[in-house]
């Protein structure tokens, strides 16, 4: 009977760590289950330029698609978008509901959750939409007691907007449409976002004026995985995303869909930090 007992409690054991197996394996494996799965699951969110839905043909497009479909293809796998949202990507990652959300700036709090790769996507700058009078050159001409700033709720906007502006009044909002139609609506007297989002949205609405506030800090923005013990998703992408950068990859479809919205990529600053004046 006993050894019936610990034959049971062994097996039982046994079972017990087969089932906490599957999670670590799921993190240790990603690129082997990325390729055996034939998926490429993206985060995708409205955010332009980096993601949009067609309203009527429910079709993602824009650079985080783009790029989701050329590191799908070198996987030689298809691209699934999987709808989430900024403030909540970084739990679906760590789900398993996506696999890589593009676009997302690798901070310090998102380091304790979830992984980045080395290598930068591309970079971009904090930026703001406001009204045509408005003067404003530097951040703490806009920390004022009165002034009104929108951002987008979970991004690295948000955190260095709250951090920085002391005096202003900051309302979030879940999504970059959001914030801009607040400021269409005058519920907001400006709109902090990385400048690329910030030059669709003023040609969309034709109204006020996107500045590069002073200090001008490129950020290099990364994309979020899963953290694992094996390094091998990370290090691929890594390589990937340098591969990319140096080939001019993400200015080209960000140039790409500027054009699709009427809008010169020459008159704008673009992703390359390098190029900036």
């Known amino acids: 009977m ?18 906490l197996r599957p999670a670590a394996a799921q993190g240790t494996a990603s690129l082997d289950r990325i390729r055996q799965s034939g998926r490429l699951r993206i ?13 009527m043909a429910g079709t993602w497009s824009g650079v985080g698609v783009d790029l989701g479909r050329q590191l799908a293809s070198d996987l030689g796998v298809a691209m699934v978008p999987v709808e989430t949202s900024w403030a ?8 398993d509901q996506i696999d890589v959300m593009f ?11 979830i992984d980045f790769p080395d290598s930068p996507l591309f970079y971009y700058a904090a930026g ?5 009078d408005q003067t404003a050159t530097a951040w703490s001409d806009l920390d004022k007691s009165g002034t009104r700033i929108g951002v987008t709720l979970g991004t ?17 909002f879940s999504n970059n449409d959001e914030a ?5 609506a005058k519920r907001v007297d400006a709109v902090a976002q990385f400048h690329p989002a910030l030059v669709v949205q003023y040609a969309r609405l034709k109204l006020g004026k996107v500045v590069l506030l002073k200090p001008v800090t490129p950020v290099a923005t990364s994309a979020g995985i899963r953290r694992a013990a094996d390094p091998a998703f990370k290090d691929w992408l890594s390589e990937r995303f340098a591969a990319l950068y140096a080939a001019g990859k993400p200015q080209e479809y960000f140039a790409a869909y500027l054009k ?16 900036w004046a």
């Open 180 to 184: 801009v139609a607040a400021f269409a």
């Open 2 to 19: 006993t050894r019936r007992r610990d034959v049971l409690a062994l097996a039982l054991a046994a079972a017990a760590a087969a089932g």
């Open 260 to 275: 699709t919205r009427g809008i010169d990529p020459a008159t704008v600053p673009g992703l390359a930090r390098e190029k």
């Open 156 to 172: 690295s906007v948000d955190r260095t907007v709250t951090e920085t502006l002391k005096n202003a009044s900051i309302s979030r």
């Open 128 to 132: 703001a939409l406001v009204r045509p």
């Open 103 to 113: 676009v997302l700036d690798p901070t310090e709090e998102r380091r304790k959750a």
């Open 88 to 95: 909540n990507c970084v739990a679906a990652i760590q789900a």
């Open 43 to 55: 985060g995708v969110t409205s955010a332009e330029p980096w993601f949009f839905k067609d309203p």
